[in-house]
């Protein structure tokens, strides 16, 4: 991580590593808590792991969920359209483009804000946009 921790956007993979209380995604998170940074959590990607979130685990969540420096942006009629331009605009059409809606949601919101995407899918991140900063998670 830089010496600047603003924000950070976390994938599918990652948040659902936060409620497996996986360490890695853990430091992350916390160093970025230490340092006043905002983790970006999209809603394209916070249905995704939810979906994949045992209901035991829904109170670890909350706690990624509910801190104040934790920002889901919405999937709304702007965000729709943004994220249908990123995908048509993708260099691998091997997968059906509902397929990334939640890869494409953290792209966007990383490319925008000119930060890392914590992932465990770089290939297909970087398919969407060669540009995108990205972290694989171990």
Request: aromatic fraction near 4%; proline fraction near 7%.
């Amino acid at each position: 991580m830089s010496d600047t921790l603003t924000s950070a956007v976390l994938d599918t993979a990652a948040v659902v590593s936060w409620t497996r209380r996986q360490p890695y995604i853990g430091a992350v998170y916390w160093a970025l808590m230490d340092h006043g940074a905002t983790v970006v959590v999209p809603a394209a990607v916070l249905a995704a792991a939810a979906a994949d979130t045992k209901p035991a685990a829904a109170d670890v969540l909350g706690v990624l969920l509910n801190h104040p420096n934790t920002l889901v942006p919405a999937l709304d009629h702007a965000a729709a359209a943004t994220l249908g331009a990123v995908l048509a605009a993708r260099r691998d059409r091997d997968q059906a483009p509902d397929a990334l809606i939640s890869a494409a949601h953290a792209v966007a919101e990383a490319t925008a804000r000119g930060v890392t995407v914590y992932t465990d899918r770089p290939e297909a991140l970087a398919a969407i946009d060669p540009d995108v900063l990205f972290d694989t998670l171990p």
